[in-house]
C-alpha cells in the first residue's frame, strides 16, 4: 500500500461523515428524487398537456424520461429502439439518423458505439436543442429535410429512422425509404421502429399489423426482420411497438439476428 492510499484508508471515516453533511443521507436523497421528479413531471405537463395540439413540441425532451427512470416513475420500454440499434452497431460505422429530435439517442447510446453519426431533423428548434443539450465530438446534427434535400455524407453503414414514418404521407415515405436504401453501403442495415395501431394524432399513415409494415419494407429491401412488443405506459394506455431491420444483403442482420 502507497502512502496515498494509507493516507485515505486511515481518512476514510472522517472524510465519510464530511459527505454526509454536505450531501445527506437516505432522507435528504429521497427529497432531492422526489423534487426532481416532480419538476419533470411538471415540465412535460406544461408543454404537452396543457396546451393545444398544434401546439406541442415538435420533439420529445427524453431529459424527462430519464429524471422519471431514475426516480422509478418511469418505465424503459420506449427506450428499445436506441438498444436494438446500438446492438447492430460496429466500431467503424457511419451512421446516419433521420429526425433525430433532441439527440439523447445519439449522444447517449450511439456514439459510443460508431465512428460517426450525421443526425438530421426538419424541425430547427429541434437541431439547436440537440445541440445545446446532447452534443458529441463524432455527432454532427443537421437541419435537413429528408424528403427533397440530399443526405449529408453517403454511403452509410447503418441508418435509422425511428418513431417517424407513420408522421410521413405514403408518397413521402416511399420517397424516403427509396432514398435509404441507395445511401447504404452494401452489407449496411437500415434499423427503425414505429408503433402499430391507430396511435400518433398527427400521423398521416398507420400499420395495423406487422404484416402491413414488412410488405412497405420488402418493396425496398430483401431481407426484413420484424418484432413487436406491447407494453402499459404509467396512465395505463397500452402502447403496440414494431421494430425492424432491413438489408440487400443478410450478413449483418444474421450476426446479430432477432431468434
Not at 42 to 59: D, I, K, N, T
Not at 157 to 163: A, Q
Request: net charge negative.
Amino acid at each position: 500500500m502507497d502512502a496515498r492510499s494509507a493516507v485515505v484508508r486511515h481518512a476514510a471515516p472522517v472524510l465519510s461523515r464530511l459527505e454526509r453533511i454536505v450531501w445527506g443521507g437516505a432522507f435528504r436523497g429521497r427529497l432531492f428524487e422526489r423534487l426532481l421528479a416532480g419538476y419533470h413531471r411538471s415540465l412535460f405537463r406544461r408543454e404537452w398537456a396543457y396546451v393545444g395540439e398544434g401546439e406541442q413540441p415538435h420533439f420529445f425532451d427524453h431529459r424527462y424520461g430519464a429524471a422519471l427512470l431514475a426516480s422509478g416513475d418511469a418505465i424503459p420500454y420506449s427506450w428499445f429502439r436506441a438498444f436494438h440499434t446500438t446492438e447492430m452497431l460496429r466500431p467503424q460505422d457511419h451512421v446516419l439518423d433521420i429526425g433525430c429530435g433532441d439527440g439523447f439517442f445519439d449522444r447517449r447510446f450511439l456514439s459510443e458505439r460508431c465512428r460517426s453519426i450525421d443526425a438530421v431533423d426538419v424541425e430547427r428548434s429541434a437541431i439547436e436543442h440537440a445541440t445545446r443539450h446532447n452534443p458529441g465530438a463524432n455527432i454532427t446534427y443537421r437541419l435537413l429535410d429528408a424528403v427533397e434535400e440530399d443526405f449529408p455524407s453517403s454511403p452509410y453503414d447503418v441508418i435509422v429512422w425511428d418513431g417517424a414514418l407513420g408522421h410521413f404521407a405514403h408518397a413521402d415515405g416511399e420517397r424516403v425509404l427509396t432514398k435509404i436504401r441507395s445511401a447504404l453501403t452494401p452489407e449496411g442495415v437500415f434499423c427503425g421502429s414505429e408503433a402499430l395501431g391507430r396511435e400518433g394524432h398527427d400521423h398521416m399513415q398507420f400499420f395495423d399489423t406487422l404484416d402491413n409494415l414488412r410488405s412497405l419494407l420488402a418493396t425496398h429491401f430483401p431481407h426484413v426482420q420484424l418484432r413487436r412488443m406491447s407494453y402499459s405506459n404509467p396512465g395505463g394506455h397500452v402502447t403496440e411497438e414494431a421494430y425492424w431491420r432491413c438489408a440487400t444483403t443478410p450478413v449483418r442482420l444474421e450476426a446479430v439476428a432477432w431468434r
